[in-house]
């Protein structure tokens, strides 16, 4: 029979902790305590710090997203194909969590946190199949200019990021379930309609 890992209640108390209070407010001794962990110095022994903390969970939710985008990814022959692939893996993994989750809420702090911004960044260079896919959405916008895509797409990741945390933080205040299909099917028009939308041009000097 195989051991329990002794690392997941602690990365699920940080998971709980972080979205709830945000990042810097949460000490290691109170992700011990949430955890049931009488070591106060359990985040630094089992993942070497904080930063090895927020590594660990970072890729705890892409290791669960990459299989599915990349077989989506594979299968695409379209922009929408494209943001399918990117977007539907991830409300199916929320979906999969237990009632009441963390997660989006929790990512969400990781992208807006000054301390982590640049750590999330890092950690998806490891799983590179949604940088793929960014990248072949982009070359189906090869109309457009580069720099309009540029920072369209950096909008996509917020827009997707702050609604999936809305959605969360909804289904816990009314105890519903989060309707997670519906919404990555909403999430997917929304930003095909983003990304092709026409470009007003503004009047030279």
Do not use: K
């Not at 999330?120 to 070359?139: G, L, Q």
């Not at 997707?160 to 299909?181: F, K, T």
């Amino acid at each position: 029979m195989p051991r329990p890992d002794v690392r997941l209640p602690l990365l699920d108390a940080a998971e709980r902790l972080f979205a709830e209070r945000g990042i810097a407010t949460v000490s290691d001794r109170q992700v011990a305590d949430a955890a049931g962990n009488s070591n106060h110095s359990a985040v630094r022994y089992y993942f070497g710090g904080r930063s090895g903390l927020m590594e660990a969970l970072l890729d705890r939710h892409h290791a669960a997203v990459e299989p599915a985008q990349r077989r989506m990814f594979e299968e695409s022959d379209s922009l929408l194909g494209d943001l399918r692939a990117l977007v539907i893996p991830v409300t199916e993994t929320f979906a999969a969590l237990p009632t009441p989750s963390w997660r989006a809420r929790f990512l969400r702090q990781a992208m807006t946190d000054p301390a982590t911004a640049e750590l999330v960044r890092e950690r998806s260079r490891e799983f590179p199949t949604a940088t793929a896919i960014v990248a072949s959405a982009a070359r189906r916008l090869a109309h457009l200019d580069p720099a309009v895509v540029e920072g369209r797409t950096r909008l996509t990741v917020h827009l997707v990021g702050s609604a999936c945390a809305e959605i969360e933080e909804r289904a816990q205040a009314s105890g519903e379930p989060a309707r997670w299909a519906e919404a990555g099917t909403f999430l997917c028009d929304a930003v095909g309609g983003l990304l092709q939308a026409p470009v007003t041009a503004t009047p030279g000097p």
